[in-house]
């Protein structure tokens, strides 16, 4: 009698710890898929943000040769040019008109 209450409270207690490890397992497939989903929105993310930091570093790079270009005398000339309307001694400026002038 003593043998199988021994026998019944073994196959108790395995139960139990079949349970426990079964949920422990269950408790870590849902967690490794929530943390999967976490990974893949935190990359698409890095990825939206590469893609601002690629624009911006261009932005930049055009800012830097406006800069550059503002610098030099072409740009001064063709300011010059522009506002002031003024030519090299070889040139001639033709402003356009209506036909009948």
Do not use: H
């Amino acid at each position: 009698m003593a043998a199988i209450k021994l026998k019944k409270r073994s196959r108790v207690g395995l139960a139990v710890i079949l349970i426990a490890v079964m949920l422990i397992c269950g408790f870590v497939f849902w967690r490794t898929r929530e943390l999967e989903k976490d990974k893949a929105e935190l990359d698409n993310q890095l990825a939206q943000i590469q893609d601002q930091i690629d624009y911006e570093n261009r932005q930049n790079q055009a800012i830097t040769n406006e800069i550059k270009y503002r610098q030099t005398d072409d740009y001064i000339e063709d300011q010059a040019r522009d506002t002031f309307g003024l030519r090299d001694e070889d040139e001639t400026i033709f402003k356009p008109g209506k036909p009948d002038e």
